[in-house]
């Protein structure tokens, strides 16, 4: 069965940092493309970052390039999520997922096969 868990996220103040954490099971981690994604409310799900199987190439939005590094830990089968700098336009909940090489474009919620349940990120003043 396969799981991803998401945690580390939380209340913090702009400017401010936060660790994201997904732990993976169920499925051969070190195969697929990990990528974050996030839903503000009211909002579609957005990709954010991307990291391809090996950890050697990594992709992010504009709109968090600088401040956001995703990485991952094949041999723990988990992928984290550093963010900094954070914005009140950060505030929402924060996916991780699973794509598979076969998968569709990695920047689309389509190319990914299988998601956590999210945690909630929320920045304030």
């Known amino acids: 069965q396969v799981q991803l868990v998401e945690s580390g996220g939380g209340l913090v103040h702009i400017g401010g940092s936060l660790r994201l954490s997904c732990a993976a099971s169920g499925y051969t981690f070190s195969s697929y493309t990990m990528g974050w994604f996030r839903q503000a409310l009211g909002q579609e799900r957005e990709f954010v970052s991307a990291?391809?199987?090996?950890?050697?190439?990594?992709y992010s939005a504009d709109s968090v390039k600088g401040r956001f590094t995703i990485s991952r830990d094949n041999a723990n089968n988990t992928v984290y999520l550093q963010m900094s700098g954070l914005k009140f336009e950060d505030t929402a909940v924060y996916y991780c997922?699973?794509?598979?090489?076969?998968?569709?474009?990695?920047?689309?919620?389509?190319?990914?096969?299988?998601w956590g349940q999210g945690t909630q990120v929320t920045v304030s003043s």
């Open positions: 990291i391809d199987y090996s950890g050697t190439s990594t």
């Open positions: 997922a699973a794509r598979p090489r076969w998968g569709g474009n990695l920047y689309y919620t389509s190319g990914y096969n299988y």
